[in-house]
């Protein structure tokens, strides 16, 4: 089945500046790629996401990239505020919805 | 707004209880999930389900069972708890595309 890496475990960076989280996935079919942020005593809330038919998709500050041949994607987030501070995970789904398969999270903490 | 209620925030159960953890959605969705969330580990997929009375296994099944017989409703059942199933589940539905997530529910087994 699809194994989901994710990096950095954490990353902590200063108000304004960007961040970047990386995932790699195994399985060349998955061609559905989200993001979710998960703010402490919530659920994950979808931010962002990609199919495998782009190379990249923004959304105000966000955007997230794709590799197909080298099967990573990735968030960027720019100009960091504190509000960014949470847990971002990523996913890859072969796109029929049911096999969704989740990265172990990366806790992000802006410091103002 | 779409809406997956988790029926309890933060429980605490004896090992060798039977739990519930009931999950209902508003939005009509044929696909629902149970995930639980471990530090380290991210979400693993318990159970999932995309229609009525259908279920299928996810990763990590053993120890537990689900429940559809409504549309809006999805059950996760822990036959006999024990301290290993300490965790956070979180329950999950979509149509198609991202899943809107319940705020979770804290399991505590003691």
């Known amino acids: 089945g699809e194994n989901v890496e994710q990096h950095p475990s954490t990353l902590s960076v200063q108000e304004g500046d960007s961040a970047v989280i990386k995932c790699t996935y195994s399985?060349?079919?998955?061609?559905?790629f989200p993001w979710y942020k998960q703010e402490l005593g919530k659920g994950p809330q979808l931010i962002i996401d990609i199919r495998s038919n782009v190379g990249e998709k923004k959304d105000q500050r966000i955007a997230v990239t794709l590799n197909k041949t080298a099967k990573h994607f990735s968030l960027h987030i720019t100009e960091t505020q504190p509000e960014d501070s949470a847990v971002y995970f990523c996913?890859?789904?072969?796109?029929?919805?049911?096999?969704?398969?989740f990265g172990a999270g990366t806790r992000l903490t802006v410091k103002p | 707004d779409v809406k997956v209620t988790q029926s309890s925030r933060y429980l605490v159960k004896r090992t060798g209880e039977k739990v519930f953890l009931e999950c209902v959605q508003d939005?009509?969705?044929?696909?629902m999930f149970w995930y639980r969330q471990d530090p380290g580990l991210g979400l693993r997929l318990i159970y999932f389900s995309y229609d009525v009375k259908m279920k299928e296994k996810g990763d990590i099944p053993e120890g537990y069972s689900v429940s559809r017989e409504k549309k809006e409703r999805f059950s996760l059942i822990l036959e006999s708890a024990s301290t290993n199933q300490t965790s956070m589940y979180l329950c999950?539905?979509?149509?198609?595309?991202?899943?809107?997530f319940g705020s979770g529910t804290r399991l505590t087994v003691v």
């Open positions: 939005m009509d969705h044929e696909n």
């Open positions: 399985d060349s079919a998955s061609n559905y």
């Open positions: 999950a539905s979509s149509l198609s595309g991202g899943y809107t």
């Open positions: 996913a890859a789904s072969l796109g029929n919805n049911n096999d969704m398969r």
